[in-house]
């Protein structure tokens, strides 16, 4: 007979929402999607600990701003190949066009970002330019 010991861990829906502070909701949508799967039991959801280990993944995922057809695609190799040499290749790749991605997007806020310090500087010059016209009226009528 199997020892208490020498089950599996799960959890619960509820108590990887907690842990991961989002939704369950979120985690029934990422089930939908085909990127974990329970266990039923009855009307329970029951997660293993490779769905923990997924769930981790499509977080980190999401958190990098990769796409859950990207995510599914490197799951999917993360299930295939033992020694994970193609998913460890797919992550590489995705990783150069994030970071590509990103720093068009740093040259697009860092001119937006002088552009604006550059109208900014104008409106106070501006205004700066109408107080001194606005009390070298006054001094003159007096």
């Known amino acids: ?34 990127l974990i799967s329970p266990r039923r039991e009855g009307t329970s ?11 981790i ?8 701003g990769f796409t859950l ?11 295939v ?3 994970q040499r193609a998913q460890t290749e797919l992550l590489l790749a995705k990783l150069e066009d994030a970071i590509s991605d990103l720093n ?12 604006l310090k550059e109208l900014r500087a104008k409106c106070i010059d501006f205004l700066k330019a109408s107080r001194a016209e606005a009390m070298g ?3 003159s009528r007096s």
Do not use: W
């Open 104 to 115: 068009g997007k740093r040259a697009d806020i860092d001119r937006s970002l002088r552009d």
């Open 69 to 79: 057809e990207d995510i599914a695609e490197y799951l999917a190799l993360y299930d």
């Open 1 to 34: 007979m199997a020892d208490e010991d020498d089950r599996e861990e799960t959890f619960t829906i509820g108590a990887l929402a907690d842990e991961f502070a989002i939704t369950t909701r979120a985690i029934r949508f990422y089930e939908a999607r085909g």
């Open 137 to 139: 009226g006054r001094a």
């Open 57 to 64: 993944l499509i977080l980190r995922g999401k958190n990098l």
């Open 45 to 55: 959801r029951i997660y293993s600990r490779r769905d923990r280990v997924r769930l």
């Open 81 to 83: 190949d033992p020694t």
